[in-house]
């Protein structure tokens, strides 16, 4: 398995512009995470799926941002309209199960919003 | 909600001493502590954990010690090597349940050996 894969691994964009980050997780597994990582709050997690289905969505700093798991097999997150102080790296991540230890996290996406 | 405070925020050692970094925790639910190594432009990666029913957990080099009644737990890296160099972060996790997994996680501590 090629572990969880994220596109686009580096994206700048302008203030205002929509944002769509992409995880594909590992088949079978059941869980898949948002996390923002940032030098001054590092790492946060934004909202999870079981099943697709997001089950804690506190995390999410505000309107702006919204996730989607049509499928077992893709995930995204969105930022409209986007701003500089969302700029962070984004980690997807799945598990088997809910927990932290099992967790595996993807490569990561670096967002600069200018 | 919990809250997860790790010191220092930046550690230099030389190379073959050890390295301490602690973290606390408030929420007395709080049962399983994993501790991540994070190279630059890397993702995260589990390196050691414990859970509440133990104090204490090594694995060569590297160990943990969870301290219940004071609410902390910390890293430590014997014989350090510069290949240690990297950010080390802590979290606290308060699950599973039916309600949900929550995860809560330290700042980091940038780690450098000096050769």
């Known amino acids: 398995d090629a572990g969880v894969i994220q596109s686009p691994r580096h994206e700048v964009t302008e203030m205002g512009q929509e944002v769509t980050l992409r995880c594909k997780p590992i088949?079978?597994?059941?869980?898949l995470f948002w996390y923002r990582q940032t030098m001054m709050r590092g790492l946060e997690l934004l909202i999870y799926?079981?099943?697709?289905?997001?089950?804690?969505d506190s995390g999410m700093p505000e309107d702006r941002f919204s996730a989607k798991m049509p499928n077992a097999s893709f995930s995204t997150l969105k930022i409209q309209p986007s701003e500089p102080r969302d700029s962070a790296v984004y980690f997807c991540?799945?598990?088997?199960?809910?927990?932290?230890?099992?967790?595996?996290f993807g490569p990561g996406t670096r967002l600069t919003v200018t | 909600g919990e809250n997860v405070e790790q010191h220092p925020s930046t550690l230099s050692v030389q190379e073959g001493d050890s390295a301490v970094i602690k973290c606390t925790y408030s929420d007395s639910a709080s049962n399983y502590f994993p501790w991540y190594k994070q190279e630059l432009g890397k993702r995260p990666q589990l390196i050691i954990d414990i859970r509440s029913n133990v104090g204490e957990k090594k694995d060569q080099r590297i160990a943990v010690t969870l301290n219940k009644t004071a609410k902390h737990f910390s890293l430590h890296i014997t014989e350090t090597q510069p290949e240690d160099s990297a950010v080390y972060f802590c979290a606290a996790s308060i699950g599973p349940s039916n309600t949900g997994n929550q995860f809560y996680f330290g700042t980091g501590t940038s780690l450098t050996v000096i050769p």
């Open positions: 088949s079978g597994h059941d869980y």
């Open positions: 991540a799945s598990s088997l199960s809910g927990s932290l230890d099992e967790q595996y």
């Open positions: 799926f079981n099943n697709n289905v997001p089950i804690d």
